[in-house]
Nanobody
Framework: QVQLVESGGGLVQAGGSLRLSCAAS????????MGWYRQAPGKERELVAT???????TYEDSVKGRFTISRDNAKNTVHLQMDNLKPEDTAVYYC???????????????????WGQGTQVTVSS
């Protein structure tokens, strides 16, 4: 299976920056996609940003121009650079990885979704 370890959350003032990282390990044949989600208190989990294995990125509208997702394929790691943070960005951020963990999945180019444990990001006004 796949284990995800997140790091980089914390407390920052509005306008500040944080960089989240997520490292995937385990029996991985290939990583098909990586992304970040967030969940604020009382709200549903929402997509923040994704990146494919072809480096195609997507962003939630409210973070466009402020957040940048990137990946290091050699290290099976995904990063989220968050600049000009706002109080409404406060949430628990979760890493998501879609990975092939068997030879069959690899041949079919399919995979399962795996989630990190979450890291708290708090932006004070």
């Amino acid at each position: 299976q796949v284990q995800l370890v997140e790091s980089g959350g914390g407390l920052v003032q509005a306008g500040g920056s944080l960089r989240l990282s997520c490292a995937a390990s385990g029996t991985i044949f290939s990583i098909l996609g990586m992304g970040w989600y967030r969940q604020a208190p009382g709200k549903e989990r929402e997509l923040v940003a994704t990146i494919t294995n072809s480096d195609i990125t997507t962003y939630e509208d409210s973070v466009k121009g402020r957040f940048t997702i990137s990946r290091d394929n050699a290290k099976n790691t995904v990063h989220l650079q968050m600049d000009n943070l706002k109080p409404e960005d406060t949430a628990v951020y979760y890493c998501n990885v879609r990975a092939s963990t068997t030879h069959r999945q690899f041949r079919l180019r399919v995979g399962d979704n795996y989630w990190g444990q979450g890291t708290q990001v708090t932006v004070s006004s």
